[in-house]
Every structure is written in structure tokens, then in C-alpha cells.
């Protein structure tokens, strides 16, 4: 027996029709940003042709153009957008990377060239990345996180900031502009932690500010410096993190790298400041 109420078939339908469209919408984006990256190795495809160092950014952009495509028509079905859009986000920064360093040399016989690292880790980052999308795809999980409208305007304001400071600072040094701009956006993201926890920023924004923040400090102050500031900003990506154990693993880890680059792989990374 039923409780007198017919059956809400105009509801199922009008739920399935509005999880369409954000697939659509979100499918056509993955899509079009796959399309671009694939133009742009074709537009500057590098000294070494098309099995040189752009054939790897050309492999991961067209498995993002065919992803995209697979949700915009239905037949890729996400169970974990979390993870799904957090391995394309991923593979996209790994392709910037690849792209970025198509002119540089690579291995000469057994020597390092400055392109091998890059491109090394690059692909390795993309290769993990379309690991955890591809988890997103055959596993459950959340939905993700939605930003809101105060998040875009964070974003477009602090991004408006850091362009003011560095003209201003412009005025008066020229290699130190943009790293004391930097400096500044760095104690205004740590003092407004909790207006990025309400907005829904703070694991992205702190995370793309420590990427930003090590190509704005790696030349003036060194890798020393600039990998140990680097890990601390990422770790206030998370609300629970703790300083204490945070500060041991960004020394062991900065400690890995000032040997690993200059000595292990021989790449011309300056350690310390420029004024010592």
C-alpha cells in the first residue's frame, strides 16, 4: 500500500536535469582548457619536433580535451568530483611546467641539462595527477567545494594588490620589486587565514601562493630560503596544521633539496642570498 502521495517523477527528472548541466558546463571548460594547451604545443612546439620534449604536455593535454569531452556528452561519469578536478588541476599545472620549459637543453650523455629536471618532475607530477583523477572516476566521494562570488572578488582583489605593491616598490629597486610585494601578500594571506576558511580559499589560494612565492624567491634569496619558506606557506593550506611538526619536515625537506639540485643533479641553483 502506498501513504496516498503518487510518486515524484517530475522531481527525479528535474534533479537529473540540473545534475546535467553543471557536467555540461564543467565538461565543456575541462575541454576547452585541454584544447588550449594542445594549441599552444602546437604553436611553439620546441627545437626538438614533435617527439621531443613537447610530446608529453601534447599526450596529457589531449587526455584532458577527451576527459572534458567524455562529460560534456555523458559517457564519463564522476563519482569523486573532489579528486577528479583536483587531478586535472594538477595535470594542467604539470603541463604549464612542461610547456614553460620546452627551449630549455636536456641530457647531454649522462649530464643534466637545465630542461631535465623540470620536465622530469613535471611528468611525474602529471602522472600522479591523472592517478588521483582517474580514482575520482571508479571510487565515491564528496562533491567538492563550490566558491562563492567573496572568493572570486578575494581573488581579483589580491591579484590587483600584488600588481600595485610591486609598481610601487618598482619605483625605488628593480630585482627586489616583486619579491617584497610578494613578502607583504604573504603576512596579509597568514593574517586573513579565517576570511579564506569562510570563502572556501584557503587549501587553493595558500598552495598556488607557496608555487608563486618560490618563483618570486628562489633568484634573490636563494633555495634554502626560498624551499623552506615555500613548504610553510603550503602547510597553512590545511586548518589543521601544526607549526611545530610542520617547521621539522620543511628543514628536512629543505636540507633534501639544497643537496639534491646543486650536488646530486649539478643544476646551477644559487643556496643562499645574493647579498651574502
Given at each position: 500500500?502506498?501513504?496516498?502521495?503518487p510518486p515524484m517523477t517530475g522531481g527525479s527528472r528535474l534533479s537529473a536535469a540540473g545534475s546535467a548541466a553543471p557536467s555540461l558546463q564543467g565538461g565543456l571548460t575541462v575541454a576547452a582548457l585541454?584544447?588550449?594547451?594542445?594549441?599552444?604545443?602546437?604553436?611553439?612546439?620546441?627545437?626538438?619536433?614533435?617527439?621531443?620534449?613537447?610530446?608529453?604536455?601534447?599526450?596529457?593535454?589531449?587526455?584532458?580535451?577527451?576527459?572534458?569531452?567524455?562529460?560534456?556528452?555523458?559517457?564519463?561519469?564522476?563519482?569523486?568530483?573532489?579528486?577528479?578536478?583536483?587531478?586535472?588541476?594538477?595535470?594542467?599545472?604539470?603541463?604549464?611546467?612542461?610547456?614553460?620549459?620546452?627551449?630549455?637543453?636536456?641530457?647531454?650523455?649522462?649530464?643534466?641539462?637545465?630542461?631535465?629536471?623540470?620536465?622530469?618532475?613535471?611528468?611525474?607530477?602529471?602522472?600522479?595527477?591523472?592517478?588521483?583523477?582517474?580514482?575520482?572516476?571508479?571510487?565515491?566521494?564528496?562533491?567538492?567545494?563550490?566558491?562563492?562570488?567573496?572568493?572570486?572578488?578575494?581573488?581579483?582583489?589580491?591579484?590587483?594588490?600584488?600588481?600595485?605593491?610591486?609598481?610601487?616598490?618598482?619605483?625605488?629597486?628593480?630585482?627586489?620589486?616583486?619579491?617584497?610585494?610578494?613578502?607583504?601578500?604573504?603576512?596579509?594571506?597568514?593574517?586573513?587565514?579565517?576570511?579564506?576558511?569562510?570563502?572556501?580559499?584557503?587549501?587553493?589560494?595558500?598552495?598556488?601562493?607557496?608555487?608563486?612565492?618560490?618563483?618570486?624567491?628562489?633568484?634573490?634569496?636563494?633555495?634554502?630560503?626560498?624551499?623552506?619558506?615555500?613548504?610553510?606557506?603550503?602547510?597553512?593550506?590545511?586548518?589543521?596544521?601544526?607549526?611545530?611538526?610542520?617547521?621539522?619536515?620543511?628543514?628536512?625537506?629543505?636540507?633534501?633539496?639544497?643537496?639534491?639540485?646543486?650536488?646530486?643533479?649539478n643544476l646551477p641553483f644559487q643556496l643562499w642570498p645574493r647579498f651574502w
Amino acid at each position: 500500500m502506498t501513504d496516498g502521495n503518487p510518486p515524484m517523477t517530475g522531481g527525479s527528472r528535474l534533479s537529473a536535469a540540473g545534475s546535467a548541466a553543471p557536467s555540461l558546463q564543467g565538461g565543456l571548460t575541462v575541454a576547452a582548457l585541454g584544447l588550449i594547451a594542445l594549441g599552444v604545443s602546437f604553436y611553439h612546439p620546441g627545437p626538438a619536433g614533435f617527439l621531443g620534449p613537447v610530446l608529453w604536455p601534447r599526450i596529457f593535454s589531449l587526455l584532458v580535451l577527451m576527459a572534458g569531452i567524455g562529460m560534456a556528452t555523458g559517457t564519463l561519469q564522476i563519482r569523486n568530483k573532489q579528486d577528479f578536478f583536483g587531478g586535472l588541476a594538477v595535470i594542467g599545472l604539470a603541463v604549464v611546467g612542461m610547456l614553460a620549459s620546452i627551449d630549455l637543453p636536456g641530457m647531454r650523455g649522462f649530464a643534466f641539462g637545465p630542461g631535465t629536471a623540470p620536465r622530469l618532475f613535471a611528468n611525474l607530477l602529471a602522472s600522479l595527477g591523472l592517478i588521483v583523477a582517474v580514482i575520482g572516476v571508479f571510487t565515491d566521494g564528496p562533491e567538492g567545494q563550490r566558491y562563492t562570488l567573496q572568493g572570486i572578488v578575494i581573488v581579483a582583489g589580491t591579484l590587483a594588490v600584488w600588481i600595485l605593491l610591486a609598481w610601487v616598490f618598482g619605483q625605488f629597486t628593480t630585482h627586489y620589486a616583486q619579491p617584497l610585494a610578494t613578502a607583504l601578500l604573504i603576512v596579509a594571506a597568514f593574517a586573513g587565514l579565517d576570511i579564506l576558511d569562510r570563502a572556501g580559499l584557503r587549501g587553493p589560494f595558500m598552495i598556488t601562493l607557496s608555487i608563486f612565492s618560490f618563483a618570486m624567491f628562489i633568484r634573490p634569496i636563494g633555495l634554502v630560503t626560498a624551499s623552506f619558506l615555500t613548504i610553510i606557506i603550503c602547510a597553512g593550506a590545511s586548518p589543521d596544521v601544526r607549526w611545530r611538526e610542520s617547521f621539522i619536515w620543511a628543514i628536512i625537506l629543505t636540507t633534501f633539496c639544497s643537496f639534491l639540485f646543486p650536488y646530486g643533479l649539478n643544476l646551477p641553483f644559487q643556496l643562499w642570498p645574493r647579498f651574502w
